[in-house]
């Protein structure tokens, strides 16, 4: 049995924890990373919170994340959600790592316009391997609006407090959202790579008879066959294709249903359980969806 996760319900426990002193503000906190240090003790023990973390370091800090090791090189910002994992893999000392490490409670922004939103965010979701690599002037611009955000939480605490601290957050998040589109552009071509893929995986998984054995293909399925997260592999496709994995998924069935529509006499729901679906109901709800039409009347116009 693996070792018991650490977990952190506040600020103030994380803070504990980290030994990173007394927090100012009880539902954020930025703690800088020249200042954490840990011995052999540490490695092997995995931490989780029920924190968000926007964390940017530029040299190697060693530590699993998720399912997967890594290393940062200079300028990688990663994003953690709460209840994600994490595993120190070797020691650090004083000085040795420098970066920020931004936490925040989701009661801070409980019943705002960023809480209502903060699903979209998608990287928050993210595998370690797709972190954001940033440019010197991107750190710079991030690291504006952090020192805004303590300078903020150094601050009394005032009615304006909360209003101030998630404008920054959430303008450092639509940074991070348009740093994240650079980086899908400048890889465009290992990422038609991964289009051209999950083409080839769905065509496989029909030609394989996977729908009826095993049901239609799930966005995990897909992403674990690039070797990448279901967010990442979703805002990927959406950003080369236009269409989320699940719409690659659904315009695939369609379009395999259009053609055994035309080229063969089975019933519709013999259609319908032949592309996985458990109910042919389902079946001619996405396919009116997608064509505008049944796909009795798809067969009669045809």
């Not at 800090?61 to 120190?88: E, H, M, S, W």
């Not at 936490?103 to 993210?126: E, M, Q, V, W």
């Not at 070797?227 to 990442?232: D, G, N, Q, R, V």
Request: net charge negative.
């Amino acid at each position: 049995m693996g070792e018991q996760v650490i977990h952190s319900k506040s600020i103030t426990e994380l803070s504990s924890v980290m030994r990173a002193g007394k927090p100012t503000h009880p539902l954020i906190t930025i703690i800088d990373t020249e200042k954490l240090a840990y011995g052999e003790e540490t490695v092997g023990k995995r931490f989780s919170s029920e924190l968000f973390c926007i964390a940017l370091k530029d040299s190697s800090c060693g530590i699993d994340y998720g399912r997967n090791p890594y290393d940062f090189d200079d300028g990688v910002l990663i994003f953690t959600a709460p209840k994600q994992i994490i595993t120190v893999k070797k020691p650090q000392e004083l000085n040795q790592v420098k970066g920020w490490m931004l936490y925040f409670h989701p009661d801070l922004i409980r019943n705002t316009s960023l809480g209502a939103k903060i699903d979209a965010y998608t990287f928050f979701n993210y595998e370690v391997h797709e972190a954001l690599h940033l440019s010197e002037q991107e750190q710079q611009t991030l690291n504006q609006i952090v020192v805004l955000i303590q300078n903020e939480i150094k601050e009394r605490i005032d009615n304006h407090s909360q209003q101030v601290l998630v404008s920054n957050i959430e303008l450092l998040l639509n940074y991070c959202t348009r740093f994240y589109e650079r980086q899908f552009n400048t890889r465009s071509a290992s990422n038609l790579d991964i289009v051209s893929k999950v083409e080839s995986l769905l065509k496989n998984y029909y030609l394989e008879n996977q729908l009826i054995e095993k049901g239609q293909p799930s966005i995990q399925y897909l992403a674990e066959q690039c070797h990448l997260s279901p967010s990442y592999l979703s805002d990927l496709l959406a950003k080369e294709t236009g269409r989320s994995a699940k719409d690659h998924i659904n315009d695939f069935l369609v379009d395999k249903a259009k053609h055994l529509l035309l080229s063969s006499t089975d019933t519709i729901s013999g259609i319908a359980y032949t592309l996985g679906f458990n109910y042919p109901h389902y079946f001619g709800r996405l396919f009116k969806q997608k064509t505008g039409k049944t796909p009795q009347e798809y067969r009669q116009m045809n």
